[in-house]
């Protein structure tokens, strides 16, 4: 256990190097910290959840959201686009129509440990 100095202010830190030195190890890389921080900005925005919650109970098209959560499909399709950016939703083509949907099982455990934790 090695004493430190701290921040103005304070005189002394008492730091647990073997801690820190573990903790250190397994730290991801900054830009993998960052491209997380990123994604979370994405559940930022109640739109984006309603629409991945419904993606959630199942796949539909733009029209189908836009009718659900009452919103025009220019707003749907701009999240949408945000959504995909972010690897959260994958779409398929049938014929005109653009179906969407989660992008994998990942996007869905997020989504019930989120509603889990906020609902206990």
């Known amino acids: 256990m090695a004493e430190r100095k701290q921040a103005p202010g304070c005189e002394y830190m008492h ?10 190890a397994v730290m991801p890389e900054e830009e993998v910290l960052f491209d997380l921080a990123e994604l979370f900005k994405v559940f930022g925005d109640s739109t984006r959840i309603k629409i991945l919650y419904v993606l959630f109970e199942s796949e539909m098209c733009v029209c ?9 499909q220019s707003a749907i399709s701009h999240q949408l686009q945000v959504l995909k950016k972010s690897k ?11 179906f ?3 992008s994998d099982d990942h ?6 440990q989120g509603i889990e934790h906020v609902t206990e």
């Not at 189908?64 to 025009?72: E, F, K, N, R, V």
């Open 15 to 24: 730091v647990h190097e073997e801690i820190v030195n573990r903790v250190n």
């Open 64 to 72: 189908d959201i836009a009718q659900l959560l009452g919103m025009t």
């Open 88 to 98: 959260l939703v994958r779409y398929r083509r049938e014929g005109k129509t653009v």
């Open 100 to 102: 969407y949907q989660l």
């Open 107 to 112: 996007v869905r455990t997020i989504l019930d």
